[in-house]
C-alpha cells in the first residue's frame, strides 16, 4: 500500500496551491481521508479530514475558509486546495489514510494507519 502525495512548492503569501494524494495497493474510496502538517521543530497537526463518501469535512481552525478537501473515490485520490497561503502554512503536508469505515471523521494522527511520504510546502512573505 503505497500513498503518493505530490503538488508542493514554494508560492508567495496569498497564492494558491493543490496537493494530491494518490493511494495504490487498495482501495480507500469506503474509508476516511485526512491531511495534516508538520513544520520544523512542532508536531504534527491535523489540517482537514473527509468521510467516506465525501459528503462531510473538517478542518483545523487555522486553513477554515481558505483550505478545501474533497476526493474522487474513481481514481483513489485525495485533494488539498490551499488558497490565500500565508507563511504560517509552511510544512511539510502529510496524507492519510484510515483502515476503519468509521461513522465519524478522525482528526487525530494516531486514528490513521497509512501516510503519504509528505511534500513540502513553503510560502514566502
Known amino acids: 500500500v503505497q500513498l503518493q502525495a505530490s503538488g508542493g512548492g514554494l508560492v508567495q503569501a496569498g497564492g494558491s496551491l493543490r496537493l494530491s494524494c494518490a493511494a495504490s495497493g487498495r482501495t480507500f474510496s469506503g474509508y476516511p481521508r485526512g491531511w495534516f502538517r508538520q513544520a520544523p521543530g512542532k508536531e504534527r497537526e491535523f489540517v482537514a479530514a473527509?468521510?467516506?463518501?465525501?459528503?462531510?469535512?473538517t478542518y483545523a481552525d487555522s486553513v477554515k475558509g481558505r483550505f478545501t478537501i474533497s476526493r474522487d473515490n474513481a481514481k483513489n485520490t485525495v485533494y488539498l486546495q490551499m488558497n490565500s497561503l500565508k507563511a504560517e502554512d509552511t510544512a511539510v503536508y502529510y496524507c492519510?489514510?484510515?483502515?476503519?469505515?468509521?461513522?465519524?471523521?478522525?482528526?487525530?494522527?494516531?486514528?490513521?494507519?497509512?501516510w503519504g511520504q509528505g511534500t513540502q510546502v513553503t510560502v514566502s512573505s
Open positions: 492519510a489514510a484510515d483502515s476503519y469505515a468509521r461513522f465519524y471523521i478522525p482528526t487525530l494522527p494516531g486514528s490513521y494507519e497509512y
Open positions: 473527509i468521510s467516506r463518501s465525501g459528503g462531510t469535512t
